[in-house]
Protein backbone atom coordinates (compact mmCIF):
# COMPACT_ATOMS: atom_id res chain seq x y z
CA UNK A 1 0.00 0.00 0.00
CA UNK A 2 0.90 3.24 -0.96
CA UNK A 3 2.09 6.03 1.72
CA UNK A 4 -0.98 7.00 3.59
CA UNK A 5 -3.12 10.64 2.35
CA UNK A 6 -5.43 10.33 4.99
CA UNK A 7 -4.68 8.83 8.57
CA UNK A 8 -7.06 7.90 11.70
CA UNK A 9 -4.91 7.17 14.79
CA UNK A 10 -6.44 5.57 17.59
CA UNK A 11 -9.89 7.78 17.30
CA UNK A 12 -12.29 7.60 19.66
CA UNK A 13 -15.64 9.39 19.54
CA UNK A 14 -18.30 9.33 22.83
CA UNK A 15 -21.59 10.70 23.37
CA UNK A 16 -21.93 10.52 26.68
CA UNK A 17 -21.79 7.21 27.37
CA UNK A 18 -21.89 6.16 23.91
CA UNK A 19 -18.78 5.28 22.04
CA UNK A 20 -19.88 5.44 18.61
CA UNK A 21 -16.33 5.02 17.04
CA UNK A 22 -13.93 2.87 19.23
CA UNK A 23 -9.85 3.34 18.77
CA UNK A 24 -10.23 3.07 15.60
CA UNK A 25 -6.82 3.44 13.24
CA UNK A 26 -7.81 3.81 9.09
CA UNK A 27 -4.93 4.88 6.39
CA UNK A 28 -6.67 6.11 2.40
CA UNK A 29 -4.10 6.59 0.03
CA UNK A 30 -4.38 9.70 -2.40
CA UNK A 31 -6.87 8.58 -5.43
CA UNK A 32 -8.35 5.41 -3.63
CA UNK A 33 -11.80 4.97 -3.34
CA UNK A 34 -12.82 3.66 -0.09
CA UNK A 35 -16.46 2.71 1.17
CA UNK A 36 -16.83 2.48 4.34
CA UNK A 37 -19.60 0.02 4.94
CA UNK A 38 -21.43 -1.32 7.93
CA UNK A 39 -25.14 -1.18 9.63
CA UNK A 40 -27.02 1.54 11.23
CA UNK A 41 -24.99 2.73 14.17
CA UNK A 42 -21.87 1.09 13.52
CA UNK A 43 -19.96 4.43 13.47
CA UNK A 44 -18.87 5.04 9.79
CA UNK A 45 -21.03 8.13 9.81
CA UNK A 46 -19.50 9.72 12.22
CA UNK A 47 -15.60 9.11 11.29
CA UNK A 48 -17.35 10.94 7.96
CA UNK A 49 -18.74 13.43 10.01
CA UNK A 50 -15.54 13.51 11.98
CA UNK A 51 -13.14 14.07 8.84
CA UNK A 52 -15.29 16.30 7.65
CA UNK A 53 -15.12 18.64 10.21
CA UNK A 54 -18.57 18.50 11.38
CA UNK A 55 -17.62 16.15 14.60
CA UNK A 56 -14.84 16.27 16.31
CA UNK A 57 -13.37 13.49 18.05
CA UNK A 58 -12.97 12.86 22.02
CA UNK A 59 -9.60 11.78 21.26
CA UNK A 60 -6.76 10.97 18.84
CA UNK A 61 -6.13 12.35 15.54
CA UNK A 62 -6.86 12.79 11.84
CA UNK A 63 -4.31 13.78 9.30
CA UNK A 64 -4.92 14.79 5.29
CA UNK A 65 -1.77 15.30 3.55
CA UNK A 66 0.66 14.59 6.54
CA UNK A 67 -1.30 17.88 8.35
CA UNK A 68 -3.44 17.76 11.44
CA UNK A 69 -6.92 18.44 10.99
CA UNK A 70 -8.96 17.74 13.95
CA UNK A 71 -8.84 20.75 14.99
CA UNK A 72 -9.46 22.55 11.99
CA UNK A 73 -13.02 24.33 10.84
CA UNK A 74 -14.88 22.29 8.51
CA UNK A 75 -14.28 25.66 5.36
CA UNK A 76 -10.50 24.96 6.25
CA UNK A 77 -10.06 21.46 5.26
CA UNK A 78 -10.59 21.69 1.24
CA UNK A 79 -13.13 18.96 1.66
CA UNK A 80 -16.35 18.34 -0.69
CA UNK A 81 -19.68 17.00 0.72
CA UNK A 82 -22.23 15.45 -0.66
CA UNK A 83 -25.45 14.49 1.46
CA UNK A 84 -27.65 11.97 0.83
CA UNK A 85 -30.78 14.72 1.09
CA UNK A 86 -28.44 17.08 -1.53
CA UNK A 87 -29.34 20.43 0.69
CA UNK A 88 -29.71 22.65 -2.34
CA UNK A 89 -30.94 25.61 -2.45
CA UNK A 90 -34.33 25.91 -3.49
CA UNK A 91 -34.39 29.31 -4.60
CA UNK A 92 -30.82 28.99 -6.48
CA UNK A 93 -30.37 27.85 -9.94
CA UNK A 94 -28.14 25.04 -10.88
CA UNK A 95 -25.39 26.75 -11.66
CA UNK A 96 -25.84 29.19 -8.84
CA UNK A 97 -26.03 26.33 -6.42
CA UNK A 98 -23.05 25.00 -8.05
CA UNK A 99 -21.69 28.44 -8.02
CA UNK A 100 -21.89 29.01 -4.33
CA UNK A 101 -18.99 27.24 -3.24
CA UNK A 102 -16.60 29.70 -5.26
CA UNK A 103 -18.56 32.32 -4.40
CA UNK A 104 -18.25 31.80 -0.71
CA UNK A 105 -14.41 31.99 -1.51
CA UNK A 106 -14.14 34.79 -2.71
CA UNK A 107 -13.40 33.66 -6.81
CA UNK A 108 -13.40 35.84 -8.96
CA UNK A 109 -16.38 36.18 -11.60
CA UNK A 110 -14.61 34.85 -14.61
CA UNK A 111 -12.95 31.71 -12.62
CA UNK A 112 -16.09 31.30 -11.01
CA UNK A 113 -18.17 31.05 -14.58
CA UNK A 114 -15.25 28.78 -16.25
CA UNK A 115 -15.19 26.23 -13.13
CA UNK A 116 -18.68 26.32 -13.26
CA UNK A 117 -19.12 25.39 -16.60
CA UNK A 118 -16.89 22.55 -16.68
CA UNK A 119 -18.40 20.87 -13.97
CA UNK A 120 -21.93 21.27 -15.81
CA UNK A 121 -19.91 19.44 -18.99
CA UNK A 122 -18.52 17.15 -16.66
CA UNK A 123 -21.99 16.09 -15.18
CA UNK A 124 -24.30 16.38 -18.54
CA UNK A 125 -26.34 19.50 -16.55
CA UNK A 126 -25.42 21.98 -18.98
CA UNK A 127 -28.70 22.14 -20.93
CA UNK A 128 -30.34 22.43 -16.99
CA UNK A 129 -27.96 25.09 -15.75
CA UNK A 130 -30.96 27.95 -15.72
CA UNK A 131 -33.34 25.80 -13.81
CA UNK A 132 -34.23 25.57 -10.11
CA UNK A 133 -34.06 22.21 -8.18
CA UNK A 134 -37.82 21.49 -8.01
CA UNK A 135 -37.94 21.29 -12.01
CA UNK A 136 -35.08 18.63 -11.66
CA UNK A 137 -35.26 14.79 -10.85
CA UNK A 138 -33.69 12.80 -8.01
CA UNK A 139 -30.91 11.65 -10.22
CA UNK A 140 -30.25 15.05 -11.60
CA UNK A 141 -30.18 16.71 -8.30
CA UNK A 142 -27.96 14.74 -7.09
CA UNK A 143 -25.71 15.41 -10.06
CA UNK A 144 -26.06 18.99 -8.60
CA UNK A 145 -24.77 18.49 -5.69
CA UNK A 146 -22.14 16.19 -7.02
CA UNK A 147 -21.14 19.34 -9.04
CA UNK A 148 -21.41 21.82 -6.19
CA UNK A 149 -19.05 19.20 -4.16
CA UNK A 150 -16.34 19.29 -6.89
CA UNK A 151 -16.48 23.15 -8.34
CA UNK A 152 -13.83 24.05 -6.10
CA UNK A 153 -11.42 21.44 -6.73
CA UNK A 154 -11.27 19.84 -3.12
CA UNK A 155 -8.57 17.41 -1.99
CA UNK A 156 -11.38 15.31 -0.45
CA UNK A 157 -14.61 14.35 -1.32
CA UNK A 158 -17.43 12.67 1.60
CA UNK A 159 -20.04 10.62 0.33
CA UNK A 160 -22.80 10.29 2.98
CA UNK A 161 -25.47 7.51 1.54
CA UNK A 162 -25.53 10.05 -1.40
CA UNK A 163 -27.64 7.54 -3.54
CA UNK A 164 -30.33 6.30 -1.12
CA UNK A 165 -32.88 8.39 -2.08
CA UNK A 166 -32.80 7.24 -5.63
CA UNK A 167 -34.91 3.91 -7.34
CA UNK A 168 -32.99 1.07 -8.11
CA UNK A 169 -32.28 2.19 -11.73
CA UNK A 170 -31.68 5.46 -11.06
CA UNK A 171 -28.92 4.43 -8.34
CA UNK A 172 -27.16 1.71 -10.45
CA UNK A 173 -26.62 4.27 -12.92
CA UNK A 174 -25.17 6.62 -10.64
CA UNK A 175 -23.00 4.12 -8.83
CA UNK A 176 -21.28 4.28 -12.52
CA UNK A 177 -21.38 7.64 -13.05
CA UNK A 178 -19.41 8.36 -9.55
CA UNK A 179 -17.04 5.44 -10.47
CA UNK A 180 -16.60 6.82 -13.82
CA UNK A 181 -15.93 10.30 -12.48
CA UNK A 182 -13.49 8.91 -9.80
CA UNK A 183 -11.50 7.27 -12.02
CA UNK A 184 -11.29 10.20 -14.65
CA UNK A 185 -10.28 12.95 -12.49
CA UNK A 186 -8.04 10.94 -9.79
CA UNK A 187 -10.02 12.06 -6.97
CA UNK A 188 -9.99 10.19 -3.13
CA UNK A 189 -13.51 9.15 -2.54
CA UNK A 190 -14.85 9.00 1.31
CA UNK A 191 -18.27 6.66 0.33
CA UNK A 192 -20.65 6.00 3.65
CA UNK A 193 -23.39 3.26 2.52
CA UNK A 194 -25.20 0.81 4.08
CA UNK A 195 -25.62 -1.04 0.82
CA UNK A 196 -23.64 -4.19 0.29
CA UNK A 197 -23.40 -3.77 -3.94
CA UNK A 198 -23.10 -0.84 -3.79
CA UNK A 199 -19.66 -0.63 -2.00
CA UNK A 200 -18.86 -3.90 -4.13
CA UNK A 201 -19.18 -2.07 -7.27
CA UNK A 202 -17.86 1.30 -6.74
CA UNK A 203 -15.12 1.31 -4.45
CA UNK A 204 -11.02 0.08 -3.96
CA UNK A 205 -11.57 -0.88 -1.09
CA UNK A 206 -14.26 -1.65 1.91
CA UNK A 207 -13.91 -0.71 5.78
CA UNK A 208 -16.70 -2.93 7.69
CA UNK A 209 -17.97 -1.46 10.10
CA UNK A 210 -19.25 -3.02 13.39
CA UNK A 211 -20.36 -1.64 16.63
CA UNK A 212 -17.65 1.18 16.07
CA UNK A 213 -14.66 -0.83 14.96
CA UNK A 214 -13.26 -2.20 11.69
CA UNK A 215 -14.19 -5.38 11.64
CA UNK A 216 -12.09 -5.90 8.04
CA UNK A 217 -10.66 -3.51 5.51
CA UNK A 218 -9.78 -4.85 1.93
CA UNK A 219 -10.80 -5.25 -1.39
CA UNK A 220 -14.19 -6.08 -2.43
CA UNK A 221 -12.93 -9.50 -4.06
CA UNK A 222 -11.42 -10.01 -0.49
CA UNK A 223 -14.34 -8.87 1.61
CA UNK A 224 -16.57 -11.14 -0.32
CA UNK A 225 -14.71 -14.51 -1.33
CA UNK A 226 -12.23 -14.21 2.12
CA UNK A 227 -13.99 -13.05 5.19
CA UNK A 228 -12.23 -13.09 8.66
CA UNK A 229 -15.42 -12.90 10.99
CA UNK A 230 -18.82 -14.38 11.41
CA UNK A 231 -19.96 -10.92 10.71
CA UNK A 232 -18.50 -9.71 7.61
CA UNK A 233 -19.65 -13.08 5.88
CA UNK A 234 -23.08 -12.55 6.71
CA UNK A 235 -23.35 -8.65 6.28
CA UNK A 236 -21.80 -8.95 2.90
CA UNK A 237 -24.08 -10.89 0.41
CA UNK A 238 -26.05 -13.84 1.35
CA UNK A 239 -24.25 -17.32 3.18
CA UNK A 240 -24.66 -20.60 4.79
CA UNK A 241 -22.66 -20.03 8.04
CA UNK A 242 -22.80 -23.50 10.25
CA UNK A 243 -20.97 -24.32 13.31
CA UNK A 244 -18.55 -27.56 12.86
CA UNK A 245 -16.54 -29.21 15.25
CA UNK A 246 -12.85 -29.58 13.82
CA UNK A 247 -12.20 -33.53 13.47
CA UNK A 248 -8.98 -33.56 11.60
CA UNK A 249 -6.53 -30.86 10.40
CA UNK A 250 -3.16 -31.07 8.31
CA UNK A 251 -2.52 -27.63 6.86
CA UNK A 252 -4.98 -25.47 5.59
CA UNK A 253 -6.98 -29.02 4.66
CA UNK A 254 -9.52 -29.77 7.15
CA UNK A 255 -12.53 -32.52 8.34
CA UNK A 256 -15.08 -31.07 9.77
CA UNK A 257 -18.70 -31.63 10.97
CA UNK A 258 -21.33 -29.51 11.60
CA UNK A 259 -23.57 -29.76 14.88
CA UNK A 260 -26.21 -31.70 12.09
CA UNK A 261 -23.54 -34.47 10.96
CA UNK A 262 -23.12 -33.25 8.10
CA UNK A 263 -19.24 -33.91 6.72
CA UNK A 264 -16.70 -31.20 5.24
CA UNK A 265 -13.70 -30.77 4.06
CA UNK A 266 -12.61 -27.27 4.33
CA UNK A 267 -9.88 -24.74 3.76
CA UNK A 268 -8.41 -23.46 7.40
CA UNK A 269 -9.43 -19.48 6.15
CA UNK A 270 -8.12 -17.93 9.29
CA UNK A 271 -5.08 -18.06 11.83
CA UNK A 272 -7.62 -17.74 14.82
CA UNK A 273 -8.32 -21.19 15.03
CA UNK A 274 -8.81 -22.01 18.78
CA UNK A 275 -10.50 -25.13 20.21
CA UNK A 276 -12.53 -27.85 19.05
CA UNK A 277 -15.13 -26.07 16.89
CA UNK A 278 -15.11 -23.54 14.48
CA UNK A 279 -17.79 -21.29 12.19
CA UNK A 280 -17.71 -21.50 8.27
CA UNK A 281 -19.13 -19.86 5.81
CA UNK A 282 -20.31 -21.16 2.23
CA UNK A 283 -21.56 -18.76 -0.18
CA UNK A 284 -24.94 -20.03 -2.38
CA UNK A 285 -23.35 -19.53 -5.66
CA UNK A 286 -20.55 -21.90 -4.80
CA UNK A 287 -22.46 -25.20 -4.17
CA UNK A 288 -23.20 -26.60 -7.56
CA UNK A 289 -26.34 -28.90 -8.38
CA UNK A 290 -26.13 -31.85 -10.17
CA UNK A 291 -22.54 -31.28 -12.01
CA UNK A 292 -21.40 -34.70 -11.70
CA UNK A 293 -18.46 -33.81 -13.75
CA UNK A 294 -16.85 -31.66 -10.82
CA UNK A 295 -13.86 -33.31 -9.08
CA UNK A 296 -15.24 -31.73 -5.71
CA UNK A 297 -14.41 -32.69 -2.15
CA UNK A 298 -17.66 -32.35 -0.93
CA UNK A 299 -21.13 -34.18 -2.86
CA UNK A 300 -23.92 -35.12 -0.83
CA UNK A 301 -27.29 -35.88 -1.75
CA UNK A 302 -29.97 -33.26 -0.86
CA UNK A 303 -33.82 -32.58 -1.34
CA UNK A 304 -35.27 -29.19 -2.39
CA UNK A 305 -37.55 -27.82 0.27
CA UNK A 306 -38.45 -24.13 -1.37
CA UNK A 307 -37.40 -22.55 -4.71
CA UNK A 308 -38.01 -18.57 -5.31
CA UNK A 309 -37.58 -17.02 -8.90
CA UNK A 310 -35.21 -14.03 -8.88
CA UNK A 311 -34.71 -13.55 -12.51
CA UNK A 312 -31.39 -14.65 -13.15
CA UNK A 313 -30.88 -16.81 -10.85
CA UNK A 314 -33.39 -19.60 -8.11
CA UNK A 315 -32.96 -19.32 -4.68
CA UNK A 316 -33.04 -22.58 -3.34
CA UNK A 317 -33.56 -23.98 0.39
CA UNK A 318 -32.08 -27.53 -0.05
CA UNK A 319 -31.97 -29.90 2.95
CA UNK A 320 -28.80 -32.35 3.57
CA UNK A 321 -30.17 -34.46 6.43
CA UNK A 322 -30.94 -32.15 9.25
CA UNK A 323 -28.76 -29.53 7.31
CA UNK A 324 -30.58 -26.48 5.64
CA UNK A 325 -28.97 -25.18 2.61
CA UNK A 326 -29.28 -21.62 0.44
CA UNK A 327 -28.08 -22.13 -3.17
CA UNK A 328 -27.92 -20.04 -6.19
CA UNK A 329 -29.20 -22.11 -9.03
CA UNK A 330 -29.75 -21.80 -12.95
CA UNK A 331 -33.38 -19.91 -13.28
CA UNK A 332 -33.61 -23.00 -16.35
CA UNK A 333 -32.41 -26.33 -14.40
CA UNK A 334 -35.18 -28.85 -13.43
CA UNK A 335 -33.45 -29.27 -9.94
CA UNK A 336 -35.50 -26.17 -9.07
CA UNK A 337 -38.37 -27.92 -8.54
CA UNK A 338 -39.50 -28.19 -4.67
CA UNK A 339 -39.61 -31.99 -3.88
CA UNK A 340 -36.79 -32.73 -6.28
CA UNK A 341 -33.42 -34.71 -5.09
CA UNK A 342 -30.25 -33.57 -6.07
CA UNK A 343 -26.64 -34.16 -6.07
CA UNK A 344 -25.31 -31.07 -4.63
CA UNK A 345 -21.16 -30.25 -4.93
CA UNK A 346 -18.65 -27.84 -3.57
CA UNK A 347 -14.79 -27.38 -3.40
CA UNK A 348 -13.25 -27.10 0.21
CA UNK A 349 -11.78 -23.71 -0.80
CA UNK A 350 -15.68 -22.50 -0.92
CA UNK A 351 -15.69 -24.09 3.11
CA UNK A 352 -14.10 -21.18 4.69
CA UNK A 353 -13.75 -20.86 7.61
CA UNK A 354 -14.26 -17.80 9.34
CA UNK A 355 -13.24 -18.07 13.54
CA UNK A 356 -13.06 -20.57 16.41
CA UNK A 357 -16.78 -20.69 17.96
CA UNK A 358 -17.20 -17.81 20.28
CA UNK A 359 -15.38 -15.17 18.31
CA UNK A 360 -17.55 -12.52 16.93
CA UNK A 361 -15.30 -9.66 15.47
CA UNK A 362 -11.44 -8.82 14.65
CA UNK A 363 -9.39 -5.73 15.51
CA UNK A 364 -9.53 -3.06 12.92
Not at 94 to 102: E, G
Not at 168 to 188: A, F, N, S, V, W
Not at 237 to 257: F, I, P, S, W, Y
Not at 259 to 265: E, K, T
Request: neutral net charge; aromatic residues 6%.
Amino acid sequence: MDSPFISFRQVVKRFGPLTVVDHLDLDITRGEFIALLGPSGSGKTTLLMMLAGFEQPTSGTIEVGGIRVDGLPPHKRNMGVVFQNYALFPHMSVRDNIAFPLKMRNAPKTEIATRVARVLDMVKLSAMAERKPAQLSGGQQQRVALARALVFEPQVVLMDEPLGALDKKLREQMQLDIRDLHRRLGLTIVFVTHDQDEALTMSDRIAVFNHGKIEQIGTPREIYELPRTPFVAEFIGETNLLTCKVDDQAGDAMRLTTDSGLSLSAHAGTERIDGGKVRVSIRPEAIHINDHAAATANRMTARILDAVYFGDHMRLVAAVGEQRLIIKGDRTSEAAEVGRDVSLSFAASDVWVVGSCGQTSASA
